[in-house]
């Protein structure tokens, strides 16, 4: 019972995560649209773009418009689904620690069901670190394919083709998003640590099952509390990873103002 339950919320738990970083990387699409297209209608104003009679400069800027648009319009039915997802890994929360509550008490049984329940905590950081290397991956493809392809049309293009010049300047101001999406959330780095902390899960509880190492010789029940205790500094050591990475994160959005 407290193994499904715990399961559901894992699940709940990882649900939130991703729709939470989906929506930051919404509005950091919206507000790069938007100063994007601030700095086009600036030079637009003012006449210090012209070019092909002016077709180039407002077909960009209704491109951007759209893009911001329709990145508002996302963030707002996504922010409901976030609503929904906060108020179901909440309930999940509420039903895990129900379930806690009747665990038996004797510390044999409890440590039993410790052991058992932290193979749902190495899925569910094995499937963090999975959609993490996907993002990761999915935006280093765009960034490279961009940019051989805003290369290609740049020689190709003289000026005189206005098509090629909006795919070139659209292209670029997409690449150069992605690569301060994947910079600011470091993709890459969270699924290394969430990798890791999975692994070490891993290789501890089947160490305590087939006692090896620091686990043999041992009775089962000073194993299964060496187990819970070990289980525990590697999770306080994911979380303080994250922390550092989050730090990390303001530190260069501060360096960068």
Not at 147 to 153: M, R
Request: hydrophobic share 40%; aromatic share 8%.
């Amino acid at each position: 019972m407290y193994r499904e339950k715990f399961a559901t919320f894992s699940l709940k738990e990882a649900d939130l995560r991703a729709a939470k970083a989906l929506q930051r990387i919404g509005w950091l699409i919206l507000l790069g649209s938007l100063t994007l297209t601030g700095m086009l209608g600036y030079t637009a104003i003012v006449g210090l773009w012209k070019a092909n009679g002016g077709v180039t400069r407002w077909l960009t800027l209704i491109i951007f418009n759209i893009l911001w648009i329709a990145c508002a319009c996302w963030l707002y039915k996504n922010h409901k689904a976030l609503t929904k997802k906060t108020t179901a890994f909440r309930e999940a929360l509420q039903e895990r620690q129900t379930a806690a509550a009747g665990l038996p008490l004797d510390t044999t049984s409890g440590l039993r069901v410790y052991r058992e329940a932290s193979l749902d905590a190495i899925a569910s950081y094995r499937a963090q670190a999975s959609r993490n290397r996907r993002v990761h991956n999915s935006f280093q493809l765009l960034i490279i394919t961009g940019s051989i392809v805003v290369s290609t049309l740049t020689a190709m293009n003289e000026g005189s083709n206005a098509a090629l010049s909006i795919a070139t300047s659209s292209l670029s101001a997409l690449v150069g998003i992605s690569a301060g999406v994947t910079g600011y959330f470091k993709f890459r780095e969270r699924g290394t640590t969430s990798q890791s902390t999975a692994d070490d899960i891993e290789k501890n509880y089947n160490a305590s099952e087939f006692q090896l190492g620091d686990y043999e010789g041992l009775e089962e029940t000073s194993r299964l509390i060496l187990y819970a205790g070990t289980v525990e500094k590697i999770k306080e050591e994911q979380r303080k990873r994250e922390i550092q990475l989050e730090q990390s994160t303001s530190h260069d959005e501060r360096s960068a103002q």
